[in-house]
């Protein structure tokens, strides 16, 4: 697995990345590779990325944590939470369509050309012509979660970023991981890209422009974190438990979330998961069907095998200093292979 990230900074996939894979127990390998950007000095183990679509399943295991407060369910409609959707088509959109991406929202529209700030945004959103349900699709829509993420602040009495952090990144001692990082934290944070739209290089902003536009928080995009910190995660999603052994989860809500809700459809999907697909997933060829986890643009990834209580988090700047590259998906898809024979080996040694 070094080698193979080692090869991916070499030969300009990424400029840098991290990854580690473990148990529920704890970690079995992590490593890293590169430098955080052109001109900049070496990575480590430390160094921060822009998760993108990563953040996706965070907001959701937020949401999830209020759904067993009592303060959401998935049946719940987004007008309930955005008054200003009251009357229009995506007022009646649910919960539980937006987490499965089975809604009548589009997905990657850039609406950062023509608005100004989160309020426009979340009316151009309410604006979109809905997408046909007939037949029911998949149809993956960052539009639909920046509405879980709304839902979730609303639902929380607080904004996303303070809901995130009391909901999941303090009992899951996520320290690391924030949204908008502090000017002292930029140094440690791998750069993206030379964004021809804000004409420099992007550093410790979030790389998505329409997450910019709404203010670098966001239920689609917009935190930076580190492999630590997803191992974190990834441990709690593995065993319903915080590293102080705290219930986290209930067992019935991690099964809710981590099954797949839309079989027979053009893609699996979770509650905010990606569940593997038989051909063409991020996780590769040997992690089980029961797998679930996430990717991101800026190439980042977390994936979690519950029958091999396994993690697999790599994360990379694969979008600098352009977005040309797409080598990202082959290394990916070669690492979870590894990560999955590395596992079986050492459950074989432990025997």
């Not at 369509?97 to 979340?122: F, I």
Request: glycine share 10%.
């Amino acid at each position: 697995m070094q080698k193979l990230i080692e090869q991916g900074a070499e030969t300009g996939a990424y400029s840098c990345a991290a990854y580690e894979i473990g148990t529920s127990a704890g970690s079995l390998a992590r490593g890293y590779a590169g430098r955080l950007g052109i001109g900049r000095g070496e990575a480590s183990q430390e160094t921060l990325y822009d998760l993108a679509s990563v953040t996706k399943p965070i907001v959701a295991v937020g949401f999830m944590r209020l759904l067993e407060q009592g303060r959401i369910c998935l049946d719940d409609t987004v007008d309930r939470f955005l008054p200003a959707y009251r009357g229009y088509p995506k007022g009646s959109v649910s919960m539980y369509a937006l987490l499965t991406h089975t809604s009548t929202v589009h997905g990657q529209v850039q609406l950062y050309h023509t608005c100004h700030s989160k309020e426009d945004m979340l009316l151009a959103v309410r604006s979109m012509p809905p997408r046909s349900l007939t037949p029911l699709s998949v149809e993956y829509s960052s539009q639909g979660f920046m509405l879980i993420g709304e839902a979730v602040a609303a639902a929380a009495g607080m904004p996303l970023d303070q809901a995130l952090a009391t909901l999941v990144l303090e009992p899951l001692e996520m320290r690391n991981t924030c949204f908008n990082p502090p000017e002292a934290l930029h140094a440690r944070i791998a750069s993206t890209e030379d964004c021809p739209w804000r004409g420099r290089m992007v550093v410790g902003q979030v790389h998505d422009e329409n997450a910019v536009v709404m203010g670098g928080v966001a239920g689609h995009a917009g935190l930076f974190s580190d492999t630590q910190d997803l191992a974190k995660l990834c441990r709690a999603m593995l065993t319903g438990l915080a590293p102080d052994g705290a219930r986290f989860l209930q067992p019935a809500t991690l099964a809710l979330m981590t099954r797949c809700h839309t079989a027979g459809l053009n893609l699996a999907r979770g509650l905010g998961w990606q569940m593997k697909d038989p051909q063409g997933s991020p996780a590769g060829d040997l992690f089980s069907a029961a797998s679930f986890g996430h990717t991101g643009f800026t190439g980042t990834s977390l994936w979690m095998d519950p029958t091999r209580d396994l993690y697999a988090v790599l994360l990379t700047n694969r979008v600098h200093p352009s977005r040309e590259s797409n080598e990202i998906q082959h290394i990916r898809h070669v690492f979870h292979n590894l990560s999955a024979l590395y596992a079986d080996a050492c459950a074989r040694k432990a025997r």
